[in-house]
């Protein structure tokens, strides 16, 4: 039979003094001689005693656990993303409690009330791309549960939110195309419902401007991110008159679709049709042709500074400390060699 934990019942018993004496001792308290404090914890490792997570929780109104939600980490982006959060947790002792969304809101609801009954002591978030309401999260104020959003963040509201611009740095790809020779650049933009699609698009418009071309709305089409509308996307583009020389997509995952459909029609990619992208995610260096340039969005960078202002509003909580609530990086355009 398993021997059960040691209490500090148990070593204030054994070493015939008092539990309090036992506690302050194992915390190292000033108030405790030396040979004391080696007598305790001498036994306490003999014992294999370990501290009551439920005791200490109790104590210090916190449970040490946060909670993330993300929309899939099956994405690369995420996975990236989760890797710097736990590190992080780890770090301040914190564990972590994940949750995929699915990109469903319903789902994302669900998680979050599981969460608040778990008392996770704060949430991390990257929203599903058709939320639209917020009040999921504003209940969470009731029970002091902090939220802070990541990467795909609310576009108003007070919260607080770490997230990439990608305006300038759409601009800038656009620009970098029509100076390689693509006066014709097809635009694959994600859901409406995401502001991020918006900003991407609003760079590709500003980037034709900038170079007076002209808007081709027929060169505008859009995907809710899944394969089949990837692909029926990039179809919609190889089905005009004139092909487009370019193609900017979402991101490197709807670029991978597109891209294979587009060689499955026979053309040669980053030849007879170029693809530039967005995440700049590592698993497209194992690719003979990637895309030509994708802009970066920092993972680990927005996951830990998001990290960080959740940690400080939970140690914060009852106290005037000031938090910052709002962190934007810039994109970075980044240019891939072609593999010989």
């Not at 959060?85 to 409690?97: G, H, M, P, R």
């Not at 609003?202 to 859009?222: F, M, R, W």
């Not at 969005?297 to 830990?304: D, I, M, R, T, W």
Request: positive net charge; contains cysteine; charged residues 25%.
């Amino acid at each position: 039979m398993d021997q059960k934990p040691a209490t500090i019942k148990e070593i204030a018993k054994r070493l015939e003094v008092s539990v309090s004496t036992v506690s302050r001792a194992l915390h190292n308290h000033p108030s405790i001689g030396l040979r004391t404090k080696l007598q305790v914890r001498k036994l306490a490792a003999e014992l294999h005693y370990e501290p009551n997570q439920a005791a200490i929780s109790f104590k210090k109104g916190k449970t040490f656990t946060i909670g993330v939600i993300l929309p899939n980490l099956g994405e690369e982006f995420f996975s990236m993303a989760i890797d710097s959060i736990e590190d992080a947790a780890s770090k301040n002792s914190y564990t972590v409690l994940i949750g995929q969304s699915h990109d469903d809101t319903e789902r994302e609801k669900k998680i979050v009330e599981s969460m608040r009954k778990h008392r996770v002591d704060g949430i991390l978030i990257s929203i599903s791309k058709n939320t639209s309401s917020f009040d999921h999260f504003e209940d969470l104020k009731k029970y002091k549960i902090p939220v802070v959003f990541f990467d795909r963040v609310p576009e108003s509201g007070e919260f607080y939110k770490v997230s990439c611009t990608l305006k300038q740095s759409s601009i800038d790809m656009t620009d970098w195309l029509i100076n390689q020779g693509h006066k014709r650049i097809g635009f694959i933009k994600g859901p409406g419902s995401m502001p991020s699609s918006d900003e991407r698009l609003q760079g590709y418009i500003q980037g034709l401007a900038k170079n007076n071309i002209k808007v081709d709305k027929n060169l505008i089409v859009e995907t809710d991110l899944t394969r089949s509308q990837n692909e029926n996307a990039i179809k919609k583009l190889l089905a005009l008159k004139e092909v487009p020389s370019a193609v900017i997509t979402f991101n490197d995952y709807v670029a991978l679709d597109a891209m294979k459909y587009t060689k499955n029609e026979g053309y040669k990619i980053n030849k007879d049709i170029y693809f530039a992208s967005y995440a700049n995610l590592p698993v497209t260096n194992y690719l003979d042709n990637p895309p030509i340039a994708s802009v970066e969005q920092f993972p680990h960078q927005q996951a830990e500074k998001a990290t960080k202002i959740l940690l400080d509003l939970i140690e914060s909580k009852d106290s005037v400390q000031q938090v910052e609530s709002k962190i934007v990086l810039e994109g970075k355009l980044m240019l891939h060699q072609k593999k010989s």
